[in-house]
């Protein structure tokens, strides 16, 4: 049984809704379109969803690029099971807001951690 032709491994998903994962953290969804011998994708109709608690928002991105190296994670979304259950979707400007806050928070915990870095915690 032979193998797949070098830089096919992604034909059978084209023009099927994919979740790409980059280094970065951000969640990209869109319709792959097209790919390269790098695993470079071109996404149609394609936006970021950020998750902040039981929130979420899509950032329209339209026709988006991805340079394969930073991506980390590429699946197909069931359509059945694409919206997240038991969340809340918000605008984009509410989910910026959450999610800026969050990064706040997520900083002043370091800070904190690093004042009480001279208790011995043994």
Not at 61 to 71: A, F, H, Q, T, W
Not at 79 to 102: C, F, H, N, W, Y
């Given at each position: 049984m032979e193998g797949a032709p070098p830089g096919?491994?992604?034909?059978?998903?084209?023009?099927?809704?994919q979740?790409?994962?980059l280094r970065d953290g951000r969640n990209i969804?869109?319709?792959?379109?097209?790919?390269?011998?790098?695993?470079?994708l071109v996404l149609a109709e394609a936006f970021e969803r950020i998750i902040v608690g039981d929130q979420y928002g899509d950032i329209p991105l339209g026709l988006y690029v991805i340079r394969g190296e930073n991506v980390v994670l590429l699946g197909q979304i069931d359509p059945a099971r694409e919206l997240p259950e038991g969340m809340t979707k918000v605008s984009v400007a509410d989910?910026?807001?959450a999610q800026k806050d969050e990064k706040t928070e997520d900083a002043?915990?370091?800070t904190m951690l690093k004042r009480m870095d001279f208790?011995?915690?043994e």
């Amino acid at each position: 049984m032979e193998g797949a032709p070098p830089g096919t491994a992604l034909l059978e998903e084209l023009d099927r809704k994919q979740l790409i994962i980059l280094r970065d953290g951000r969640n990209i969804i869109g319709i792959l379109r097209s790919f390269d011998q790098f695993a470079n994708l071109v996404l149609a109709e394609a936006f970021e969803r950020i998750i902040v608690g039981d929130q979420y928002g899509d950032i329209p991105l339209g026709l988006y690029v991805i340079r394969g190296e930073n991506v980390v994670l590429l699946g197909q979304i069931d359509p059945a099971r694409e919206l997240p259950e038991g969340m809340t979707k918000v605008s984009v400007a509410d989910i910026k807001q959450a999610q800026k806050d969050e990064k706040t928070e997520d900083a002043l915990k370091g800070t904190m951690l690093k004042r009480m870095d001279f208790l011995d915690a043994e």
